[in-house]
């Protein structure tokens, strides 16, 4: 989760809805993927760094990192076209987004 309380709060004030706190979405990020043993919250916002603590660790056990992103960005900057075996993506629908994504990703063949 990278993106600060501002950004956020700017998008939601816009759509006439309130804030959410960084860790109040960090909460709900936890509580998303609970089920999935293999995803979790990394509460340093250093991404590489989380990552080369986690591989320095288990070093017997691979990694992968997901960006995850709203399709409403993923539209605005064609992420879908980044996407590859070693940079791998999941997109939130978003009403009026969701389609678009989907189409521009098997242009891509990354769906």
């Given amino acids: 989760m990278r993106n600060g309380n501002k950004h956020v709060g ?6 006439g809805l309130p804030a959410i706190s960084y860790w109040d979405r960090a909460e709900l990020t936890t509580l998303a993927t609970s089920e ?14 989380a990552v080369q ?4 660790q288990w070093a017997n056990l691979r990694f ?3 960006a995850l992103n709203g399709a409403d960005d993923v539209c ?5 076209r980044g996407c590859t075996e070693d940079h791998r993506s999941i997109t939130m629908g978003r009403p009026g987004f ?4 989907i ?3 098997r242009r891509q063949r990354t769906a």
């Fill in 10 to 15: 700017e998008k939601l004030r816009m759509k």
């Fill in 36 to 49: 999935r043993p293999w995803m979790d919250f990394n509460p340093l916002r250093s991404e590489p760094h």
């Fill in 53 to 56: 603590a986690l591989q320095h």
């Fill in 64 to 66: 992968i990192r997901y």
């Fill in 76 to 80: 605005k900057f064609q992420k879908w």
């Fill in 98 to 101: 969701t389609k678009q994504v």
């Fill in 103 to 105: 189409d521009g990703a």
